[in-house]
DNA sequence: ACCTGAACACCGTTCAAGT
DNA sequence: ACCTGAACACCGTTCAAGT
């Protein structure tokens, strides 16, 4: 809880962590190596282990730490729009930090407090909606997957790869909106599987 | 088109993809070097690069490879139907190749010729639904993204990785089942996106 | 407790040379 | 055309030692 009393810095794991997220907006994943990391902080690599176990550890912290940054939706609004704008505020903070959205996916999502704090929002907003309890958390994965996996889909790739036309940004962010409304009709239309 | 009529086997690149395959599952993706690569076909590292032009290429390869083994409906059944099966069908077989299902979704979809065939029975499917033509592309899109995204995250992982109860593969199943359930409704039920 | 130098066991890729 | 030896420019991580 307290700062060391000596008036040199000394490093800290927010430090670190934070220094990586600079790194992976600046250089991207590949240019993200725990040396480099340790050149900007001007320590040797080693270093860091006094603060992260593993460069695994490290990812799965920067990953949670850019969740905090997702806006959650009032208390008492209508349920379905809360819904509509908490996975949208989602989907628009994985954009920003686009190169490290394929790791949420191949981690089954982030797994610390954040994530954990915007999972139990949405399966309230659920709640709250008109979905049937059991179908409850599988909704909440539905509409996870659903985020990520269009978050992923939409990085931007380097231009001229690929010949087919390259949606633009605008389009894909309209495509996701869309998608998402079906997927929340779906849920509520369709409560049972039984048809 | 045709075999060196010499009696050595040299190298090709329908072997090297295939090695790379073997090795995957042997060996899962941090498993598959170049070398590592390499040194199960006897050869020295860099005899790899006469017959793919870098490590990403041979991935992209084995990407669409594995989408040779997806079943394709019927060309005249229930078109509903037949979208629930093609995509399930998918979802199978990604889930056979675990490992690499992070990467279909970091390079937005493979984009070889099996993923195109895939994309365009699948189009024609939702054309024969109910779906309008605009919403195609994007329910296309969408529903790619959904099973895909849902191969990458039903991914088990190492026994005794997270505190919180694993779903079964059996239970991800019908989780997938359902949530395609939703989607496919909300596309049928709200082709437009006014409400 | 936190940091360093040095090392271990690896990577992907390139280049010049051989056949 | 296809393969090799050798090298380049890197990795993540560990260990013993210093403060």
């Not at 994985?94 to 704090?117: E, I, T």
Request: hydrophobic letters at 45%; glycine letters at 8%.
């Amino acid at each position: 809880m307290e700062r060391a009393p000596g008036h040199r810095a000394g490093l800290t794991r927010a430090a670190v962590v934070g220094a990586a997220r600079e790194l992976l907006s600046e250089r991207g994943l590949t240019g993200l190596s725990m040396r480099a990391l340790a050149a900007r902080l001007d320590v040797a690599p080693n270093a860091l282990y006094s603060h992260v176990a593993s460069k695994t550890a490290l990812l799965d912290a920067v990953l949670d730490d850019v969740l905090a940054e997702v806006d959650t939706p009032t208390e008492d609004g209508d349920p379905a729009e809360g819904l509509q704008r908490l996975m949208t505020s989602t989907y628009t903070v994985l954009l920003d930090h686009a190169d490290l959205v394929p790791l949420y996916l191949s981690r089954q999502g982030a797994h610390g407090p954040n994530a954990q704090r915007l999972g139990e929002i949405t399966a309230a907003l659920l709640r709250r909606a008109e979905v049937a309890e059991p179908a409850v958390p599988e909704a909440l994965r539905v509409l996870i997957v659903y985020t990520i996996g269009f978050a992923a889909f939409t990085r931007h790739l380097p231009p001229g790869a690929g010949t087919e036309r390259q949606p633009s940004a605008a389009e894909m962010r309209g495509n996701f909106d869309r998608g998402l409304g079906w997927l929340l009709t779906g849920i509520r239309v369709q409560p049972d599987r039984r048809r």
